[in-house]
Protein backbone atom coordinates (compact mmCIF):
# COMPACT_ATOMS: atom_id res chain seq x y z
CA UNK A 1 0.00 0.00 0.00
CA UNK A 2 2.60 2.74 0.98
CA UNK A 3 4.64 1.65 -2.55
CA UNK A 4 0.80 2.57 -3.93
CA UNK A 5 0.43 6.25 -2.04
CA UNK A 6 4.29 6.69 -3.27
CA UNK A 7 3.46 5.60 -6.96
CA UNK A 8 0.55 8.07 -6.90
CA UNK A 9 2.16 11.31 -4.87
CA UNK A 10 4.59 10.97 -8.00
CA UNK A 11 2.20 10.85 -10.72
CA UNK A 12 0.35 13.35 -9.70
CA UNK A 13 3.17 15.32 -8.93
CA UNK A 14 4.44 15.06 -12.27
CA UNK A 15 1.13 15.92 -13.71
CA UNK A 16 1.27 18.70 -11.14
CA UNK A 17 4.66 19.76 -12.49
CA UNK A 18 3.42 19.49 -16.35
CA UNK A 19 0.44 21.92 -15.11
CA UNK A 20 2.79 24.66 -13.96
CA UNK A 21 4.90 24.81 -17.01
CA UNK A 22 4.48 28.71 -18.11
CA UNK A 23 7.80 29.79 -19.16
CA UNK A 24 8.62 29.58 -23.34
CA UNK A 25 11.50 26.72 -23.66
CA UNK A 26 14.99 26.71 -24.46
CA UNK A 27 14.92 23.38 -26.45
CA UNK A 28 18.25 23.81 -28.64
CA UNK A 29 20.22 24.21 -25.40
CA UNK A 30 19.35 21.20 -24.23
CA UNK A 31 22.24 18.61 -24.32
CA UNK A 32 20.08 15.35 -25.38
CA UNK A 33 18.07 17.06 -27.94
CA UNK A 34 20.94 17.44 -29.74
CA UNK A 35 20.30 13.62 -30.75
CA UNK A 36 19.77 13.47 -34.19
CA UNK A 37 16.24 11.60 -35.16
CA UNK A 38 14.81 10.20 -38.57
CA UNK A 39 11.49 9.98 -38.48
CA UNK A 40 8.29 8.72 -40.97
CA UNK A 41 4.53 9.39 -40.40
CA UNK A 42 1.24 9.88 -41.87
CA UNK A 43 -1.67 11.04 -39.70
CA UNK A 44 0.12 10.73 -36.77
CA UNK A 45 -1.51 11.70 -33.59
CA UNK A 46 1.09 14.44 -31.74
CA UNK A 47 0.40 12.03 -28.60
CA UNK A 48 2.22 9.70 -30.28
CA UNK A 49 4.85 11.91 -31.88
CA UNK A 50 5.93 13.63 -28.45
CA UNK A 51 6.17 9.56 -26.74
CA UNK A 52 8.44 8.57 -29.72
CA UNK A 53 10.42 11.47 -29.79
CA UNK A 54 11.01 11.31 -25.28
CA UNK A 55 11.34 7.72 -25.81
CA UNK A 56 14.34 8.26 -28.20
CA UNK A 57 16.22 11.62 -26.43
CA UNK A 58 15.86 10.06 -23.22
CA UNK A 59 14.14 13.90 -22.47
CA UNK A 60 10.74 14.04 -20.30
CA UNK A 61 7.83 15.66 -22.77
CA UNK A 62 4.11 16.24 -22.16
CA UNK A 63 1.28 17.79 -23.97
CA UNK A 64 -1.66 19.91 -23.25
CA UNK A 65 -4.34 16.88 -23.69
CA UNK A 66 -6.75 19.29 -25.46
CA UNK A 67 -4.35 18.55 -28.17
CA UNK A 68 -3.21 15.27 -27.71
CA UNK A 69 -5.23 13.69 -30.78
CA UNK A 70 -3.97 16.43 -33.50
CA UNK A 71 -2.09 14.84 -35.80
CA UNK A 72 1.04 15.40 -38.07
CA UNK A 73 2.58 14.06 -41.34
CA UNK A 74 6.35 14.05 -41.59
CA UNK A 75 9.42 13.26 -42.92
CA UNK A 76 13.25 13.97 -42.13
CA UNK A 77 16.22 12.38 -42.06
CA UNK A 78 18.80 13.38 -39.33
CA UNK A 79 17.54 16.19 -37.96
CA UNK A 80 18.32 17.57 -34.07
CA UNK A 81 15.70 16.61 -32.06
CA UNK A 82 15.13 20.15 -30.73
CA UNK A 83 14.74 21.73 -34.37
CA UNK A 84 12.32 18.70 -35.02
CA UNK A 85 9.65 19.89 -31.75
CA UNK A 86 10.16 23.22 -32.70
CA UNK A 87 9.12 22.76 -36.40
CA UNK A 88 6.38 20.61 -35.67
CA UNK A 89 5.13 22.99 -32.71
CA UNK A 90 4.95 25.80 -35.41
CA UNK A 91 3.51 23.89 -37.51
CA UNK A 92 0.29 23.05 -35.75
CA UNK A 93 0.38 26.56 -33.87
CA UNK A 94 1.52 25.37 -30.36
CA UNK A 95 4.28 25.98 -28.19
CA UNK A 96 7.15 24.36 -26.36
CA UNK A 97 7.16 25.49 -22.31
CA UNK A 98 9.80 24.43 -19.71
CA UNK A 99 8.36 22.80 -16.24
CA UNK A 100 9.07 23.63 -12.94
CA UNK A 101 10.18 19.75 -12.03
CA UNK A 102 12.30 19.82 -15.28
CA UNK A 103 11.06 18.46 -18.46
CA UNK A 104 9.26 20.23 -21.15
CA UNK A 105 5.53 20.67 -22.06
CA UNK A 106 3.33 20.98 -25.47
CA UNK A 107 1.09 23.85 -24.63
CA UNK A 108 -1.50 26.29 -26.04
CA UNK A 109 0.04 29.27 -28.38
CA UNK A 110 -1.01 32.57 -28.59
CA UNK A 111 -2.08 31.87 -32.26
CA UNK A 112 -3.33 28.97 -31.59
CA UNK A 113 -5.74 31.09 -28.48
CA UNK A 114 -6.55 33.41 -31.00
CA UNK A 115 -7.96 31.06 -33.63
CA UNK A 116 -9.97 29.30 -31.06
CA UNK A 117 -11.13 32.35 -29.54
CA UNK A 118 -12.04 33.83 -33.39
CA UNK A 119 -14.09 30.90 -33.68
CA UNK A 120 -16.17 30.82 -30.30
CA UNK A 121 -17.15 34.43 -31.29
CA UNK A 122 -18.13 33.81 -34.87
CA UNK A 123 -20.69 31.03 -33.18
CA UNK A 124 -21.83 33.59 -30.48
CA UNK A 125 -22.14 36.74 -32.94
CA UNK A 126 -24.31 34.08 -35.50
CA UNK A 127 -26.32 33.38 -32.59
CA UNK A 128 -26.48 37.26 -31.48
CA UNK A 129 -27.16 37.77 -34.72
CA UNK A 130 -30.43 35.46 -35.00
CA UNK A 131 -32.22 36.86 -31.90
CA UNK A 132 -31.32 40.98 -32.28
CA UNK A 133 -32.81 40.53 -36.53
CA UNK A 134 -35.11 37.74 -37.12
CA UNK A 135 -36.48 37.14 -33.46
CA UNK A 136 -36.45 41.24 -32.46
CA UNK A 137 -39.00 41.64 -35.80
CA UNK A 138 -41.09 39.02 -34.77
CA UNK A 139 -41.28 40.36 -30.91
CA UNK A 140 -42.57 43.55 -32.69
CA UNK A 141 -44.90 42.43 -35.19
CA UNK A 142 -46.20 40.36 -32.30
CA UNK A 143 -47.13 43.92 -29.93
CA UNK A 144 -50.13 43.75 -32.60
CA UNK A 145 -53.34 42.04 -32.02
CA UNK A 146 -53.05 39.51 -34.84
CA UNK A 147 -56.79 39.50 -35.53
CA UNK A 148 -55.75 43.12 -36.46
CA UNK A 149 -53.09 42.20 -38.89
CA UNK A 150 -55.30 39.53 -40.20
CA UNK A 151 -57.88 42.14 -40.84
CA UNK A 152 -55.39 44.27 -42.63
CA UNK A 153 -54.10 41.57 -44.84
CA UNK A 154 -57.55 40.78 -45.80
CA UNK A 155 -58.23 44.45 -47.12
CA UNK A 156 -54.71 44.73 -48.50
CA UNK A 157 -55.80 41.23 -50.44
CA UNK A 158 -59.34 43.02 -51.69
CA UNK A 159 -57.92 46.26 -52.94
CA UNK A 160 -55.55 44.12 -54.98
CA UNK A 161 -57.98 41.80 -56.07
CA UNK A 162 -60.05 45.02 -57.34
CA UNK A 163 -57.14 46.96 -58.79
CA UNK A 164 -55.65 43.85 -60.99
CA UNK A 165 -59.62 43.63 -62.39
CA UNK A 166 -60.10 47.44 -63.24
CA UNK A 167 -56.44 48.01 -64.34
CA UNK A 168 -56.36 51.76 -63.82
CA UNK A 169 -53.65 53.90 -64.98
CA UNK A 170 -50.39 53.40 -63.30
CA UNK A 171 -52.21 50.02 -61.72
CA UNK A 172 -48.81 47.95 -61.84
CA UNK A 173 -47.15 50.07 -59.76
CA UNK A 174 -49.41 50.28 -56.88
CA UNK A 175 -49.61 46.28 -57.53
CA UNK A 176 -46.45 45.55 -56.64
CA UNK A 177 -46.60 48.19 -53.79
CA UNK A 178 -49.50 46.51 -52.22
CA UNK A 179 -48.15 43.18 -52.96
CA UNK A 180 -44.59 43.83 -51.17
CA UNK A 181 -46.51 45.04 -47.69
CA UNK A 182 -48.81 41.72 -48.48
CA UNK A 183 -46.04 39.51 -48.77
CA UNK A 184 -44.38 40.99 -45.45
CA UNK A 185 -47.50 40.55 -43.62
CA UNK A 186 -48.31 37.38 -44.79
CA UNK A 187 -45.33 35.77 -43.08
CA UNK A 188 -45.68 37.75 -39.71
CA UNK A 189 -48.92 36.03 -40.11
CA UNK A 190 -47.45 32.43 -40.00
CA UNK A 191 -48.50 31.25 -36.88
CA UNK A 192 -44.68 29.92 -35.64
CA UNK A 193 -43.74 33.68 -36.36
CA UNK A 194 -46.10 35.24 -34.66
CA UNK A 195 -45.69 32.92 -31.57
CA UNK A 196 -42.44 32.95 -31.51
CA UNK A 197 -42.55 36.69 -31.56
CA UNK A 198 -44.81 36.55 -28.30
CA UNK A 199 -43.14 34.01 -26.62
CA UNK A 200 -39.46 35.30 -26.77
CA UNK A 201 -40.28 38.42 -26.09
CA UNK A 202 -39.98 37.65 -22.42
CA UNK A 203 -37.13 35.44 -22.25
CA UNK A 204 -34.25 36.92 -20.38
CA UNK A 205 -30.40 35.83 -21.47
CA UNK A 206 -30.37 32.61 -20.15
CA UNK A 207 -33.02 31.37 -21.95
CA UNK A 208 -31.48 32.26 -25.38
CA UNK A 209 -28.20 30.82 -23.64
CA UNK A 210 -29.92 27.30 -22.94
CA UNK A 211 -31.66 26.80 -26.48
CA UNK A 212 -28.31 27.58 -27.96
CA UNK A 213 -26.88 25.18 -25.63
CA UNK A 214 -29.29 22.17 -27.06
CA UNK A 215 -32.21 22.46 -24.27
CA UNK A 216 -35.52 23.06 -26.16
CA UNK A 217 -38.48 25.16 -25.68
CA UNK A 218 -41.91 23.44 -25.68
CA UNK A 219 -44.81 24.94 -24.75
CA UNK A 220 -48.69 23.83 -25.34
CA UNK A 221 -52.12 24.86 -24.46
CA UNK A 222 -54.14 22.97 -22.62
CA UNK A 223 -51.49 21.34 -20.52
CA UNK A 224 -51.42 18.76 -18.09
CA UNK A 225 -48.65 20.20 -16.01
CA UNK A 226 -45.87 17.97 -18.09
CA UNK A 227 -45.41 21.81 -20.41
CA UNK A 228 -45.55 24.66 -19.57
CA UNK A 229 -49.09 26.22 -20.58
CA UNK A 230 -49.90 28.25 -23.55
CA UNK A 231 -51.94 31.57 -22.63
CA UNK A 232 -55.75 30.53 -24.12
CA UNK A 233 -55.03 33.13 -26.82
CA UNK A 234 -52.96 31.24 -28.62
CA UNK A 235 -55.61 28.60 -29.57
CA UNK A 236 -58.01 31.25 -30.85
CA UNK A 237 -55.22 32.39 -32.92
CA UNK A 238 -54.66 29.25 -34.44
CA UNK A 239 -58.44 28.87 -35.43
CA UNK A 240 -58.17 32.39 -36.77
CA UNK A 241 -55.57 31.22 -39.83
CA UNK A 242 -57.32 27.84 -40.25
CA UNK A 243 -59.93 29.53 -41.25
CA UNK A 244 -57.97 31.61 -43.80
CA UNK A 245 -55.60 31.08 -46.49
CA UNK A 246 -52.70 33.48 -47.55
CA UNK A 247 -53.64 35.19 -49.79
CA UNK A 248 -51.41 36.81 -52.93
CA UNK A 249 -53.04 38.02 -56.14
CA UNK A 250 -50.20 38.11 -58.82
CA UNK A 251 -50.18 41.21 -61.24
CA UNK A 252 -51.35 39.14 -64.42
CA UNK A 253 -54.29 38.14 -63.23
CA UNK A 254 -57.02 38.68 -65.19
CA UNK A 255 -59.59 37.33 -62.79
CA UNK A 256 -59.74 37.05 -59.64
CA UNK A 257 -62.10 34.68 -57.00
CA UNK A 258 -62.47 34.82 -53.17
CA UNK A 259 -60.01 32.01 -51.51
CA UNK A 260 -62.02 28.65 -49.61
CA UNK A 261 -62.24 29.71 -46.05
CA UNK A 262 -63.64 27.56 -42.97
CA UNK A 263 -66.07 29.21 -40.23
CA UNK A 264 -64.10 29.65 -37.19
CA UNK A 265 -66.81 27.81 -35.63
CA UNK A 266 -66.55 24.76 -37.53
CA UNK A 267 -62.56 25.20 -36.97
CA UNK A 268 -62.53 25.67 -32.90
CA UNK A 269 -64.46 22.25 -33.11
CA UNK A 270 -61.59 20.51 -34.99
CA UNK A 271 -58.91 22.04 -33.20
CA UNK A 272 -58.79 21.44 -28.80
CA UNK A 273 -55.40 21.58 -28.69
CA UNK A 274 -51.81 23.37 -29.73
CA UNK A 275 -48.22 22.88 -29.41
CA UNK A 276 -45.55 25.51 -30.39
CA UNK A 277 -41.76 25.05 -30.20
CA UNK A 278 -38.22 26.51 -30.70
CA UNK A 279 -35.14 24.19 -30.38
CA UNK A 280 -31.42 23.88 -31.82
CA UNK A 281 -30.26 21.01 -33.55
CA UNK A 282 -26.13 21.59 -33.05
CA UNK A 283 -25.64 18.29 -35.37
CA UNK A 284 -27.46 19.91 -38.47
CA UNK A 285 -26.47 23.37 -37.24
CA UNK A 286 -30.54 24.12 -37.44
CA UNK A 287 -32.35 26.66 -35.58
CA UNK A 288 -36.17 25.06 -35.79
CA UNK A 289 -39.65 26.35 -34.42
CA UNK A 290 -42.95 25.07 -35.14
CA UNK A 291 -46.13 24.82 -34.59
CA UNK A 292 -48.88 21.91 -34.39
CA UNK A 293 -52.56 21.20 -33.14
CA UNK A 294 -53.51 17.37 -33.24
CA UNK A 295 -55.90 18.33 -36.09
CA UNK A 296 -55.52 21.25 -38.61
CA UNK A 297 -52.74 23.38 -38.93
CA UNK A 298 -48.69 21.72 -39.27
CA UNK A 299 -46.36 24.71 -39.59
CA UNK A 300 -42.48 24.81 -39.03
CA UNK A 301 -40.23 27.10 -40.07
CA UNK A 302 -35.88 26.67 -39.83
CA UNK A 303 -32.66 28.85 -40.56
CA UNK A 304 -29.09 27.53 -40.71
CA UNK A 305 -27.02 28.46 -38.13
CA UNK A 306 -23.86 27.89 -39.83
CA UNK A 307 -21.18 30.83 -39.27
CA UNK A 308 -19.49 31.13 -42.97
CA UNK A 309 -17.81 34.59 -41.91
CA UNK A 310 -15.02 32.58 -40.16
CA UNK A 311 -13.72 31.31 -43.11
CA UNK A 312 -12.81 34.67 -44.73
CA UNK A 313 -11.37 35.26 -41.31
CA UNK A 314 -9.21 32.04 -41.57
CA UNK A 315 -8.25 32.95 -44.78
CA UNK A 316 -6.52 36.27 -44.47
CA UNK A 317 -4.63 35.44 -41.24
CA UNK A 318 -3.30 31.90 -42.94
CA UNK A 319 0.23 31.79 -43.81
CA UNK A 320 1.11 33.36 -47.34
CA UNK A 321 2.98 31.40 -50.05
CA UNK A 322 6.60 31.31 -49.11
CA UNK A 323 8.86 29.48 -51.15
CA UNK A 324 12.23 29.93 -52.24
CA UNK A 325 13.41 29.59 -55.97
CA UNK A 326 15.96 26.74 -55.10
CA UNK A 327 13.07 24.94 -54.85
CA UNK A 328 12.95 24.42 -58.52
CA UNK A 329 16.35 23.01 -58.54
CA UNK A 330 14.31 20.18 -56.38
CA UNK A 331 12.76 18.10 -59.25
CA UNK A 332 9.91 15.35 -59.43
CA UNK A 333 8.68 13.19 -61.40
CA UNK A 334 5.32 13.31 -62.27
CA UNK A 335 3.16 10.42 -60.83
CA UNK A 336 1.72 8.07 -63.17
CA UNK A 337 0.09 5.56 -61.44
CA UNK A 338 -1.34 4.84 -57.90
CA UNK A 339 0.30 6.60 -55.06
CA UNK A 340 0.74 3.97 -52.10
CA UNK A 341 -2.99 4.09 -50.17
CA UNK A 342 -2.35 1.79 -47.15
CA UNK A 343 -5.89 -0.42 -48.64
CA UNK A 344 -7.89 2.20 -48.72
CA UNK A 345 -9.80 1.64 -51.98
CA UNK A 346 -10.36 5.12 -53.29
CA UNK A 347 -8.77 8.48 -52.55
CA UNK A 348 -5.41 9.55 -50.77
CA UNK A 349 -5.05 12.25 -48.68
CA UNK A 350 -2.15 14.84 -48.38
CA UNK A 351 -0.14 12.66 -46.56
CA UNK A 352 0.33 10.05 -49.14
CA UNK A 353 1.49 13.06 -52.02
CA UNK A 354 3.75 14.17 -48.79
CA UNK A 355 5.07 10.69 -48.75
CA UNK A 356 5.47 10.67 -52.07
CA UNK A 357 7.51 13.84 -52.50
CA UNK A 358 9.26 12.36 -49.74
CA UNK A 359 10.71 9.81 -51.51
CA UNK A 360 12.17 11.78 -54.41
CA UNK A 361 14.35 14.49 -52.50
CA UNK A 362 15.71 15.03 -49.03
CA UNK A 363 14.09 18.28 -47.76
CA UNK A 364 12.66 17.64 -44.53
CA UNK A 365 8.82 18.19 -44.29
CA UNK A 366 6.19 18.77 -41.45
CA UNK A 367 2.36 18.95 -42.28
CA UNK A 368 -0.80 19.39 -40.28
CA UNK A 369 -2.65 16.19 -40.93
CA UNK A 370 -6.27 15.46 -41.40
CA UNK A 371 -8.62 12.32 -42.68
CA UNK A 372 -9.67 14.44 -45.61
CA UNK A 373 -9.13 13.35 -49.56
CA UNK A 374 -6.69 15.73 -51.42
CA UNK A 375 -8.18 13.24 -54.73
CA UNK A 376 -10.76 10.74 -55.02
CA UNK A 377 -8.79 8.64 -57.58
CA UNK A 378 -6.04 6.92 -56.62
CA UNK A 379 -5.56 7.25 -60.37
CA UNK A 380 -5.16 10.70 -60.39
CA UNK A 381 -1.84 11.90 -61.38
CA UNK A 382 0.67 14.68 -60.20
CA UNK A 383 1.97 16.35 -62.54
CA UNK A 384 4.42 19.03 -61.27
CA UNK A 385 8.04 18.94 -62.26
CA UNK A 386 9.69 20.15 -59.32
CA UNK A 387 8.77 20.65 -55.77
CA UNK A 388 8.13 24.46 -56.57
CA UNK A 389 5.61 23.95 -58.90
CA UNK A 390 3.79 21.56 -57.18
CA UNK A 391 3.38 24.19 -54.32
CA UNK A 392 2.30 27.18 -56.13
CA UNK A 393 -0.31 24.07 -58.04
CA UNK A 394 -1.52 22.94 -54.20
CA UNK A 395 -2.35 26.50 -52.95
CA UNK A 396 -4.03 27.93 -55.96
CA UNK A 397 -7.48 26.23 -55.42
CA UNK A 398 -7.46 24.64 -52.74
CA UNK A 399 -7.37 25.38 -48.65
CA UNK A 400 -3.52 24.78 -48.27
CA UNK A 401 -0.58 27.02 -47.16
CA UNK A 402 2.85 25.99 -47.78
CA UNK A 403 6.65 27.71 -46.83
CA UNK A 404 10.09 26.77 -47.29
CA UNK A 405 11.22 27.70 -43.73
CA UNK A 406 14.37 26.83 -42.27
CA UNK A 407 15.63 24.48 -44.59
CA UNK A 408 12.07 22.71 -44.08
CA UNK A 409 8.88 22.32 -46.40
CA UNK A 410 6.11 23.07 -43.95
CA UNK A 411 2.18 22.89 -45.09
CA UNK A 412 -0.73 23.66 -43.32
CA UNK A 413 -4.69 23.84 -44.09
CA UNK A 414 -5.96 27.14 -43.90
CA UNK A 415 -8.95 26.06 -42.68
CA UNK A 416 -7.20 24.09 -39.82
CA UNK A 417 -9.19 25.63 -37.08
CA UNK A 418 -12.23 24.55 -38.27
CA UNK A 419 -11.04 21.12 -39.39
CA UNK A 420 -10.03 20.29 -35.47
CA UNK A 421 -13.43 20.45 -34.75
CA UNK A 422 -14.24 17.90 -37.00
CA UNK A 423 -11.38 15.29 -36.92
CA UNK A 424 -11.94 12.30 -35.08
CA UNK A 425 -8.96 10.79 -33.24
CA UNK A 426 -7.35 8.21 -35.29
CA UNK A 427 -7.25 5.38 -32.55
CA UNK A 428 -11.23 5.46 -33.32
CA UNK A 429 -11.09 5.63 -36.74
CA UNK A 430 -8.36 2.57 -37.16
CA UNK A 431 -10.13 0.48 -34.81
CA UNK A 432 -13.45 0.96 -37.58
CA UNK A 433 -11.38 0.26 -40.21
CA UNK A 434 -10.10 -2.50 -38.94
CA UNK A 435 -13.66 -3.82 -38.18
CA UNK A 436 -14.09 -3.49 -41.78
CA UNK A 437 -11.36 -4.88 -42.92
CA UNK A 438 -12.32 -8.50 -40.88
CA UNK A 439 -15.90 -8.60 -41.85
CA UNK A 440 -15.68 -6.82 -44.85
CA UNK A 441 -18.31 -4.12 -43.69
CA UNK A 442 -19.41 -2.79 -40.56
CA UNK A 443 -22.65 -3.89 -38.50
CA UNK A 444 -25.45 -1.63 -37.62
CA UNK A 445 -23.99 -2.30 -34.38
CA UNK A 446 -20.58 -0.82 -35.71
CA UNK A 447 -22.15 2.41 -37.12
CA UNK A 448 -24.67 3.09 -33.79
CA UNK A 449 -21.37 2.60 -31.62
CA UNK A 450 -19.06 4.76 -33.97
CA UNK A 451 -21.79 7.84 -34.33
CA UNK A 452 -22.64 7.51 -30.75
CA UNK A 453 -19.09 8.89 -30.07
CA UNK A 454 -19.47 11.82 -32.26
CA UNK A 455 -19.49 15.65 -31.00
CA UNK A 456 -21.75 17.23 -33.54
CA UNK A 457 -18.39 18.92 -35.19
CA UNK A 458 -17.10 15.40 -35.47
CA UNK A 459 -20.60 14.32 -37.23
CA UNK A 460 -20.45 16.85 -39.87
CA UNK A 461 -17.03 15.39 -41.11
CA UNK A 462 -19.07 12.24 -42.50
CA UNK A 463 -22.24 14.46 -43.31
CA UNK A 464 -21.60 17.85 -44.34
CA UNK A 465 -18.05 17.33 -46.45
CA UNK A 466 -18.38 21.32 -47.73
CA UNK A 467 -16.03 23.78 -45.79
CA UNK A 468 -15.53 27.16 -46.58
CA UNK A 469 -16.93 26.20 -49.69
CA UNK A 470 -14.76 23.82 -50.58
CA UNK A 471 -15.46 20.30 -50.84
CA UNK A 472 -13.51 18.11 -48.15
CA UNK A 473 -14.73 14.28 -48.48
CA UNK A 474 -13.60 12.02 -45.85
CA UNK A 475 -10.53 9.66 -46.68
CA UNK A 476 -11.76 6.70 -44.77
CA UNK A 477 -11.97 2.68 -45.05
CA UNK A 478 -14.93 1.70 -44.83
CA UNK A 479 -18.82 3.54 -46.26
CA UNK A 480 -19.49 6.80 -44.88
CA UNK A 481 -23.10 6.54 -46.09
CA UNK A 482 -24.75 4.85 -43.42
CA UNK A 483 -23.54 7.58 -41.20
CA UNK A 484 -24.72 10.39 -43.74
CA UNK A 485 -28.37 8.92 -44.45
CA UNK A 486 -29.23 7.41 -40.98
CA UNK A 487 -27.41 9.52 -38.03
CA UNK A 488 -30.25 10.24 -35.86
CA UNK A 489 -31.77 6.92 -36.02
CA UNK A 490 -28.15 4.92 -35.41
CA UNK A 491 -28.19 7.58 -32.17
CA UNK A 492 -31.23 6.08 -30.91
CA UNK A 493 -30.22 2.36 -32.07
CA UNK A 494 -26.78 3.12 -29.82
CA UNK A 495 -28.97 3.73 -26.87
CA UNK A 496 -31.09 0.42 -26.83
CA UNK A 497 -29.78 -2.17 -24.44
CA UNK A 498 -29.40 -5.82 -26.07
CA UNK A 499 -33.20 -7.05 -25.19
CA UNK A 500 -34.13 -4.36 -27.22
CA UNK A 501 -32.18 -5.11 -30.12
CA UNK A 502 -33.22 -8.43 -30.10
CA UNK A 503 -36.77 -7.67 -30.09
CA UNK A 504 -36.67 -5.29 -32.60
CA UNK A 505 -34.44 -7.44 -35.03
CA UNK A 506 -37.27 -10.06 -34.33
CA UNK A 507 -39.26 -7.67 -35.89
CA UNK A 508 -41.37 -6.63 -32.60
CA UNK A 509 -42.19 -3.13 -32.16
CA UNK A 510 -40.36 -1.02 -29.07
CA UNK A 511 -43.31 1.22 -27.54
CA UNK A 512 -42.38 4.82 -26.96
CA UNK A 513 -44.06 4.31 -23.50
CA UNK A 514 -41.70 1.67 -22.17
CA UNK A 515 -38.33 3.62 -23.39
CA UNK A 516 -35.87 5.59 -20.83
CA UNK A 517 -35.92 9.18 -20.58
CA UNK A 518 -32.58 9.53 -22.53
CA UNK A 519 -34.26 6.60 -25.57
CA UNK A 520 -37.55 9.07 -25.38
CA UNK A 521 -35.17 11.94 -26.34
CA UNK A 522 -33.56 10.32 -29.19
CA UNK A 523 -36.89 9.09 -30.62
CA UNK A 524 -38.39 12.43 -30.58
CA UNK A 525 -35.04 13.90 -32.47
CA UNK A 526 -34.99 11.39 -35.24
CA UNK A 527 -38.59 12.41 -35.85
CA UNK A 528 -37.68 15.63 -35.50
CA UNK A 529 -34.49 15.78 -37.71
CA UNK A 530 -36.26 13.62 -40.75
CA UNK A 531 -37.61 16.23 -42.53
CA UNK A 532 -33.84 17.44 -43.10
CA UNK A 533 -33.05 13.80 -44.80
CA UNK A 534 -36.07 12.97 -46.68
CA UNK A 535 -38.87 16.04 -46.67
CA UNK A 536 -42.09 13.54 -46.15
CA UNK A 537 -43.99 15.82 -44.26
CA UNK A 538 -45.02 12.96 -41.92
CA UNK A 539 -42.84 14.49 -39.07
CA UNK A 540 -45.39 17.16 -38.91
CA UNK A 541 -48.02 14.48 -38.22
CA UNK A 542 -46.04 12.80 -35.79
CA UNK A 543 -44.64 15.55 -33.22
CA UNK A 544 -47.93 16.07 -31.55
CA UNK A 545 -47.64 12.62 -30.50
CA UNK A 546 -44.95 12.63 -28.24
CA UNK A 547 -46.28 15.55 -26.14
CA UNK A 548 -49.26 14.16 -25.77
CA UNK A 549 -49.50 11.36 -22.99
CA UNK A 550 -52.39 9.61 -24.78
CA UNK A 551 -51.20 9.56 -27.76
CA UNK A 552 -47.45 8.89 -26.81
CA UNK A 553 -48.79 5.35 -26.11
CA UNK A 554 -49.40 4.75 -29.69
CA UNK A 555 -45.79 5.68 -30.78
CA UNK A 556 -43.12 3.11 -31.35
CA UNK A 557 -39.94 2.08 -33.06
CA UNK A 558 -40.81 -0.59 -36.05
CA UNK A 559 -37.08 -2.22 -37.53
CA UNK A 560 -37.89 -3.70 -41.39
CA UNK A 561 -34.48 -5.32 -42.71
CA UNK A 562 -34.04 -7.78 -46.03
CA UNK A 563 -30.71 -8.49 -47.87
CA UNK A 564 -29.96 -8.48 -51.66
CA UNK A 565 -27.83 -11.29 -52.64
CA UNK A 566 -25.36 -11.74 -55.63
CA UNK A 567 -22.35 -13.96 -56.44
CA UNK A 568 -19.13 -12.43 -58.54
CA UNK A 569 -17.10 -13.89 -60.75
CA UNK A 570 -13.79 -12.45 -61.45
CA UNK A 571 -11.10 -13.58 -64.21
CA UNK A 572 -8.91 -11.85 -66.48
CA UNK A 573 -10.30 -8.46 -66.14
CA UNK A 574 -13.85 -9.87 -66.41
CA UNK A 575 -16.49 -9.58 -63.60
CA UNK A 576 -19.61 -11.92 -64.05
CA UNK A 577 -22.75 -11.50 -61.49
CA UNK A 578 -24.58 -14.05 -60.92
CA UNK A 579 -28.16 -14.74 -58.29
CA UNK A 580 -26.68 -17.63 -56.43
CA UNK A 581 -23.33 -19.42 -55.02
CA UNK A 582 -24.35 -22.55 -57.30
CA UNK A 583 -24.88 -20.82 -60.55
CA UNK A 584 -21.48 -19.03 -59.80
CA UNK A 585 -19.77 -22.20 -58.96
CA UNK A 586 -21.84 -24.01 -62.12
CA UNK A 587 -20.35 -21.43 -64.19
CA UNK A 588 -16.64 -21.84 -62.68
CA UNK A 589 -16.57 -25.73 -63.49
CA UNK A 590 -17.93 -25.35 -66.88
CA UNK A 591 -15.35 -22.00 -67.64
CA UNK A 592 -12.72 -21.90 -65.68
CA UNK A 593 -11.59 -25.46 -64.35
CA UNK A 594 -7.79 -25.19 -63.07
CA UNK A 595 -7.87 -21.26 -64.05
CA UNK A 596 -6.78 -18.16 -61.43
CA UNK A 597 -10.34 -16.75 -60.74
CA UNK A 598 -11.92 -15.22 -57.61
CA UNK A 599 -15.54 -16.01 -56.12
CA UNK A 600 -17.23 -13.20 -53.69
CA UNK A 601 -20.30 -12.27 -52.13
CA UNK A 602 -21.70 -9.48 -53.26
CA UNK A 603 -25.43 -7.34 -52.85
CA UNK A 604 -26.70 -5.34 -49.92
CA UNK A 605 -28.18 -6.20 -47.00
CA UNK A 606 -31.32 -2.98 -46.16
CA UNK A 607 -32.33 -1.55 -43.24
CA UNK A 608 -35.29 0.70 -42.48
CA UNK A 609 -35.57 2.47 -38.93
CA UNK A 610 -39.33 3.26 -38.29
CA UNK A 611 -40.06 6.41 -36.32
CA UNK A 612 -43.94 6.40 -35.56
CA UNK A 613 -47.45 4.63 -35.47
CA UNK A 614 -47.01 1.95 -37.57
CA UNK A 615 -44.46 1.09 -40.10
CA UNK A 616 -46.95 2.70 -43.20
CA UNK A 617 -47.61 6.02 -40.66
CA UNK A 618 -44.03 6.51 -39.77
CA UNK A 619 -40.70 8.74 -40.80
CA UNK A 620 -38.41 6.08 -41.86
CA UNK A 621 -34.34 6.23 -42.20
CA UNK A 622 -32.75 3.47 -44.83
CA UNK A 623 -29.40 2.41 -44.61
CA UNK A 624 -27.64 -0.36 -47.04
CA UNK A 625 -24.81 -2.53 -46.08
CA UNK A 626 -22.68 -3.67 -49.20
CA UNK A 627 -21.34 -7.14 -48.63
CA UNK A 628 -17.90 -7.87 -49.44
CA UNK A 629 -16.55 -11.23 -48.30
CA UNK A 630 -14.51 -13.76 -50.26
Not at 445 to 463: G, H, K, M, N
Request: hydrophobic fraction near 35%; aromatic fraction near 10%; charge should be negative.
Amino acid sequence: MRILRVWLFLLLTSIYAFCLAQEPANLRDEPQLQKRLSLRAKLQPLQEFVRVVAEQTGVRLGIDKRYEQEKITLFVKERPAWELLERVAEVVDLEWRSAETGGYFLARSERRKEQEQAIQKARAEKFLAIENTLFKGYQRTAQLDYLELTLRADQLSAELEQIVRQKPPGWQERVSQLQSELNSLEETLLLPSYFAGKITSAWQRNQWQMLWQGRPYIACYPSDGTLPELPSQFLEWAVQATARRPRNIPPDLSDSHEPETTPPQEISQQINSILFFIKYDAYRELLSWGVYTENGISQTMSLSTEFSGIVETLKSGAIPLSLDESLKAVKLVPSQGRLRRDDLSTGYTLAEELEWIADQCEIPIIAQAFRVMRHESLDQPIGANNLYEWATLLTEREPYAVEYKNGYLQVRYTLAPLLRLREIPESQLQSFEQRHKEKQSLSIDDYAELVSLLTPDQERFFTSPYVGGYYLKPAVRFDVTPIASASPALRFWASLNPSQRKQALDAAPLYYSQLTLTQQRLFVEAIEASETYYSTGKALELIPYAYDPLLSERLAFFLDRWSDEEWIVEHDNVRITFESREDAQNYIHQHLAGQFHTLRQGGSKKWSFHFGVSIPQSVAYQMAQTKGSQ
